[in-house]
């Protein structure tokens, strides 16, 4: 599990890569709820660009970081979702509850 | 013989195998040329599925999930994921969306992502003995 995040103008970006699963969902869960914690952003941006997989566990990644967003009153966007992580979200219906934009087509 | 080919892999409950066993179903799913978009539905499903065997199956120790594809006539993936752990109590509740026994990480999707990604799935449990989940997927013939 590796991901990089910054923090601007009260966007707090967390990019995320390779592929998500159960094996590493947790760390990232943790890691992302950390950040959140600490920088108490206004948006959280969840940039998928360099993320070429993802299953179930995947959903529960975001969820977990709706859940965290939700309850400092901020929003959560996802970025940069290429084709199998966007079917994999619209199949389950993330793409209801959380604002997508830059889907790779 | 009803198949045109087969494979069999055995490999611990252990959850860096996840991946290893989405990539070996692809790896053998390449041969019936699959789109890009198929193989992503296949290694997803098997995801789900092995990594319920991983976490639900053998909770409180390691066992044996045994994974087995076979090519059957007219382009049909079949795919097998099978363990001896503890079972499914409850069938109908564990396919119902968001139903999960398990932890914050956990989102209760599996089943219905399997369902939307593969043409065909049965599940088969018994309490105490283990899980069989059964999944096809034809595919396109691509000209």
């Known amino acids: 599990m590796q991901f990089t995040s910054f923090l601007q103008d009260g966007h707090l970006t967390v990019a995320l890569t390779g592929e998500i699963d159960h094996h590493c969902a947790k760390r990232y869960i943790q890691s992302i709820a950390a950040k959140i914690e600490a920088y108490v952003p206004a948006v959280c941006v969840l940039d998928f660009k360099e993320v070429s997989f993802v299953d179930s566990s995947g959903i529960a990644v975001v969820i977990n970081a709706l859940r965290s967003m939700t309850q400092i009153e901020g929003k959560l966007v996802l970025s940069g979702l290429g084709e199998q992580p966007m079917k994999v979200f619209r199949a389950s219906g993330v793409d209801k509850l959380v604002q997508i934009k830059e889907a790779v087509s | ?143």
């Open chain 2, 1 to 143: 013989m009803k198949f045109e080919n087969y494979m069999t892999l055995d490999f611990p409950s252990k959850s860096c195998n996840e991946a290893f066993a989405r990539s070996a179903v692809a790896c053998f799913a390449a041969q019936l040329d699959p789109t890009i978009e198929e193989l992503g539905d296949i290694r997803t499903a098997v995801s789900e599925a092995v990594t319920n065997a991983i976490v639900h199956a053998y909770p409180d120790e390691l066992g044996t999930v045994t994974l087995r594809c076979r090519i059957l006539k007219g382009q049909t993936l079949d795919i097998v994921v099978k363990d001896k752990g503890v079972g499914i109590p409850n069938i109908e509740e564990a396919r119902r969306p968001m139903f999960t026994t398990g932890g914050s990480d956990r989102s209760g999707m599996g089943f219905t992502i399997m369902e939307s990604f593969m043409t065909d799935l049965q599940i088969m449990s018994v309490p105490g003995k283990g899980t069989t989940v059964h999944m096809r997927r034809k595919l396109q013939r691509r000209k």
